[in-house]
């Protein structure tokens, strides 16, 4: 009977009820953690459908060749929920805005995605196109080596573009974006290192920054920061890099010679030789590579055996004095490699205002009277192809020698006869006024000349 009556006061004292108010503690978590669940479930899916909205808006946005708006939209959608089709898109984004580095590191991240057997097809999909991309990627990168003298220095800082670097850097290789770069190095007790420059896509540039104490820390030090390239500055030929753009002011001179064809059957050495050639050009290179130039040339040329024959077929009271010229006007597209750096240029253009003239001066040395002119011009069209090379001299002036070739017909001749005087009107000038017999001549200019190059962002 104890024994029934203990086990009936255990049994009542477990089973009693909690007082009002009161709730035992693993019904608590059961309902906390309950709780948790659901919302995170919730918020979870919330973050996936703003991430599928955010995606797919710059997705289209870079369809439409929206690419900043496309990478920020792109950056959101991931940060709010990693897929691989956001890294896809977003280093696409990255690589318009030529944003290389951070491309290639979006899809590193997107090759080492682990994807289930169950994995979604357009994930498969955008792992294996971003692989693809990564290859074609990688070889348009930039590199870019930074020496610091010395470099050893405490409190040494970096910065490329206005963004601090580790120091660690110094004399490694550094994958860059290509375009153009300013770099940076400042340390205490020394004048500031600064170097602008542009970095073509996949190459390799080597810098070399200078620091100089100031005069305030080295007694009788002065000076500033010089900063270079790995090659030596002092020369006239350094290897800097110019701009993308810039203006072009071109004086050249040289030799001209006058080759085929008046017209049919009518030598043009019979009318003009060879002489002397002036050419004034300006132009707007662009696309860094590519220019368009406007040109003006005048040439002296020697009288030929015809317009001499004329000359000595007048009377003897007569005096007469020949001149033969020539006069170019057009454009021309140019296409040049770096003008800071030694190497070549080519271009061709089309001379819309071509002439060769001849004029005769007549005077009387028995009788006064007021000199008479008899002129002839001979307009027509040429196209102009020629080359040549670019010596740099400083870092705004190149040499240029240069040889070109226009080929050209020549349309009609106008003849213009005046005198004051009643004097008899000499032969006109074989072959008559009026349209000619067109046929090809040639016109080939050798000489040299200066190239000035102008503009803030031609030398960088």
Not at 19 to 42: D, K, Q, Y
Not at 357 to 368: C, K, N
Request: negative net charge; aromatic residues 6%; contains cysteine.
């Amino acid at each position: 009977m104890v024994t029934r009556a203990r086990i009936s006061a255990d049994s009542s004292r477990t089973g009693r009820k909690a007082p009002p108010g009161r709730t035992p503690i693993c019904a608590l978590l059961f309902l906390g953690l309950s709780t948790f669940h659901t919302v995170a479930e919730g918020q979870l899916a919330a973050d996936k459908a703003t991430a599928r909205e955010l995606a797919a808006a710059g997705i289209e946005d870079l369809q439409e060749g929206h690419a900043a708006s496309a990478e920020k939209r792109l950056k959101k959608a991931q940060a709010l929920y990693d897929a691989p089709v956001h890294l896809l898109y977003l280093a696409r984004a990255q690589v318009e805005l030529g944003k290389f580095v951070e491309a290639s590191e979006n899809y590193r991240l997107l090759s080492r995605s682990e994807l289930g057997p169950d994995a979604p097809t357009a994930f498969v999909r955008a792992k294996l196109e971003g692989e693809r991309e990564l290859s074609a990627l990688e070889p348009r990168l930039a590199r870019l080596t930074i020496d610091v003298e010395p470099g050893d220095i405490d409190g040494l800082v970096v910065r490329v573009n206005g963004a601090k670097v580790n120091s660690a850097i110094l004399s490694t290789a550094r994958p860059s974006n290509p375009g153009p770069q300013e770099v940076e190095v400042l340390a205490p007790g020394y004048e500031p290192a600064r170097l602008k420059l542009t970095l073509e896509e996949g190459t390799s540039e080597r810098v070399n920054l200078v620091l100089v104490l100031r005069p305030d820390e080295a007694s009788g030090a002065s000076g500033s920061a010089a900063a270079s390239k790995d090659s030596a500055e002092d020369s006239p030929a350094d290897e800097g890099t110019s701009g993308s753009t810039g203006l072009i002011l071109g004086l050249r001179i040289g030799g001209v010679l006058p080759a085929g064809e008046l017209q049919v059957g009518t030598s043009m050495t019979d009318y003009f030789q060879p002489g002397v050639y002036g050419r004034a050009e300006l132009g707007l290179r662009f696309a860094r590579y590519l220019g368009v130039k406007g040109y003006f040339g005048l040439g002296a040329l020697s009288p030929g055996e015809e317009l001499e024959a004329l000359s000595q077929a007048q009377d003897l009271s007569v005096l007469s004095n020949n001149k033969a010229s020539v006069m170019d006007a057009g454009v021309a597209l140019l296409a040049t490699m770096d003008p800071r750096k030694l190497g070549g240029f080519g271009e061709v253009g089309l001379s819309i205002l071509h002439q060769y003239q001849w004029s005769q001066t007549l005077s009387s040395s028995v009788a006064e009277f007021d000199d008479c002119k008899n002129v002839a011009r001979y307009p027509g069209l040429a196209v102009r192809a020629g080359g040549g090379m670019n010596i740099p001299l400083t870092d705004f002036m190149t040499l240029v020698p240069n040889i070109d070739v226009q080929v050209g017909q020549l349309r009609k001749l106008a003849s213009n006869y005046q005198c004051p005087s009643d004097i008899s009107e000499p032969e006109a000038l074989p072959p008559p006024a009026g349209e000619l017999e067109k046929s090809i001549h040639y016109q080939i200019f050798l000489g040299a000349g200066v190239d000035f190059h102008l503009g803030d962002t031609w030398f960088q």
